[in-house]
């Protein structure tokens, strides 16, 4: 599979999908005031701010967007960006980096259009806590991208599978002394 990051880019930063990313968040958020689209090769950025909602309450959310245009069953966890990149910041994928979010909205844009408001830190102890087991099951994708310059590795994981885990990494089950 190869990907063209760069036009993928594009489509994630398109005005087209606007009204709909605004619905979904003002569906999600009741007290939303805005929710302001980020872009651009920033700081903010590469800490994973994608969108900065401001609540009524005072409260400031900072998000991560993952859109895809096709309903696919599985969300892509990304664990390395660029298995050619020699520092490590640079070669992790987006789950194994220390991010500066409250949530990922993973959004399937095209019909029927549905949307998963995930809790970034659940989903990554999710994530470290199942690495192995999930890799082993479910495989590993290498999506080639910038025309051959460097691969990126997913682990598709259903999306049951990761709401499943969510749920119970927020579980504690063990009594304390």
């Not at 005005?15 to 939303?32: G, M, N, R």
């Not at 390395?80 to 020699?86: G, I, K, L, Y």
């Not at 470290?128 to 598709?156: E, F, M």
Request: one cysteine or more; aromatic letters at 12%.
């Amino acid at each position: 599979m190869t990907i063209d990051f760069k036009k993928d880019l594009a489509m994630s930063e398109s005005a087209v999908f606007e009204p709909y990313l605004q619905d979904v968040y003002h569906s999600l958020f009741p007290d939303l005031v805005a929710a302001v689209r980020l872009s651009g090769d920033t700081q903010g950025q590469r800490l994973g701010h994608d969108r900065i909602l401001y609540l009524a309450s005072g409260q400031t959310l900072f998000l991560d967007e993952k859109l895809d245009t096709t309903d696919c069953p599985n969300f892509a966890m990304e664990y390395v960006a660029n298995d050619r990149a020699s520092d490590i910041q640079h070669r992790r994928g987006w789950i194994e980096k220390p991010l500066q979010i409250d949530y990922i909205l993973y959004a399937f844009v095209d019909f029927p259009r549905k949307a998963y408001l995930l809790p970034w830190s659940l989903l990554q102890l999710s994530w470290q806590r199942n690495k192995a087991a999930w890799l082993d099951t479910y495989g590993v994708r290498k999506i080639v991208n910038d025309h051959g310059s460097y691969t990126t590795l997913i682990c598709p994981v259903p999306r049951k599978v990761i709401l499943q885990a969510i749920s119970n990494t927020m579980t504690v089950k063990e009594t304390f002394r």
